[in-house]
């Protein structure tokens, strides 16, 4: 295996940023988004969070249900699941409420359960079922 000249190296080390590029908010390509999260936000939820990045805000609510799938009754172990929605008005333009049932709001629906279960003992908290809803209230483009 040949090493690459010195000075090749050196130069592909540095990390540049394009001179003249901001984000539309401001921030460098390399600043994050602020991040603010405000917990017990909605008063009839097991547990609740208004969740801030940028402009982007998700409303965050998380149920108790004294009871798992069917497929895991018995095992003496929980179930993580959520559910992910936008507003109809959360973007730009209007997106109609049936259109955010399926594709991409499922995957990302399917990517935070799978998330979640992935970070939880689910044998700790007994056969219950959490379920996380997670809907944007403003998005700002950033996924």
Known sequence: MTRKPQPIRDNEAQVREPEAF???DGRSPRQP???KVERGVMSHAEGSALVRMGRTRVLVTASVEERVPGWMRNTGKGWV????????????TRTPRTSQTGGR??????????????VTNLGAFGERTITVDCDVLEADGGT
């Open 22 to 24: 901001a984000r539309h």
């Open 81 to 92: 699941t959520a559910e992910y929605g936008m507003l109809p008005r959360a973007t730009g």
């Open 33 to 35: 988004r602020p991040f």
């Open 105 to 118: 709001a499922q995957e990302i629906q399917r990517l935070i359960g799978r998330s979640l279960r992935a």
